[in-house]
């Protein structure tokens, strides 16, 4: 018989039947059905939090497909959260979860309340409009970003995102295995904190291969 006890025997080893249950009451928005956003919809989406939305007005390309682990070639030109969240359903029947098809601007007037929002957007303007909805709703969220062998990542609580600065960049390109170690990583750090473990917020961690292809994380501060 499929339960909770069955179907997270692994994680309440590892924390107990409390913590786990309490994340079913947890609910999440994911900004971005992309790379970031399928892994991280897989991510937290099977680890028992109650409701996991997924905003994304985009539609499935044949590029998309290598790095964005949700979609298969039958998924071309569907809409790429309505894919996912279908997906997560099929993995755990715990789940509430629904698509919006839009973009962020429109997404904040549906006003809904969440407990953490997780950004797998693209670009620094959404992610600003993220920082300052997230601010006036006095909810945490989780920056993500990748580019060719490097990706950072910060729990953003108090700390404003508007440090980055928008500024000219031409975007490198980006592997797949490093897109998802960076979802896994905010994954991580969502996960500690709907389950109320220990968790540091405001501290950027930046992941990349050096010249010699050692891994360095380096850790930063951000400034309130």
Not at 191 to 203: N, Q, S
Request: glycine share 8%; hydrophobic share 40%; with cysteine.
């Amino acid at each position: 018989m499929l339960t909770v006890d069955n179907y997270f025997k692994r994680q309440l080893e590892l924390w107990g039947r409390e913590v786990q249950l309490s994340l079913q009451s947890k609910k999440i928005a994911i900004i971005g059905a992309g790379g970031l956003g399928c892994s991280l919809a897989y991510a937290l989406g099977t680890s028992g939090v109650g409701r996991v939305d997924i905003v994304d007005f985009d539609t499935v390309s044949l590029h998309n497909i290598h790095r964005q682990i949700a979609f298969s070639l039958e998924d071309e030109g569907r809409y790429k959260a309505e894919v996912v969240v279908e997906s997560l359903k099929l993995k755990n029947p715990f789940l509430k979860s629904e698509a919006y098809i839009m973009d962020f601007r429109e997404f904040q007037k549906q006003d809904n309340r969440y407990d953490l929002i997780l950004d797998a957007t693209d670009n620094l303007q959404t992610r600003e409009e993220l920082d300052n909805y997230s601010k006036g709703k006095q909810i945490p969220w989780v920056y993500g970003s990748v580019e060719e062998f490097n990706g950072q990542v910060c729990l953003f609580e108090r700390a404003s995102f508007g440090v980055f600065g928008r500024g000219e960049h031409e975007i490198g390109g980006v592997t797949a295995p490093m897109v998802m170690q960076i979802a896994s990583l905010q994954a991580n750090l969502a996960l500690r904190y709907l389950a109320g473990l220990p968790i540091v917020r405001d501290k950027l961690y930046y992941l990349y291969f050096n010249g010699d292809g050692e891994l360095i994380i380096q850790k930063f501060n951000m400034p309130t």
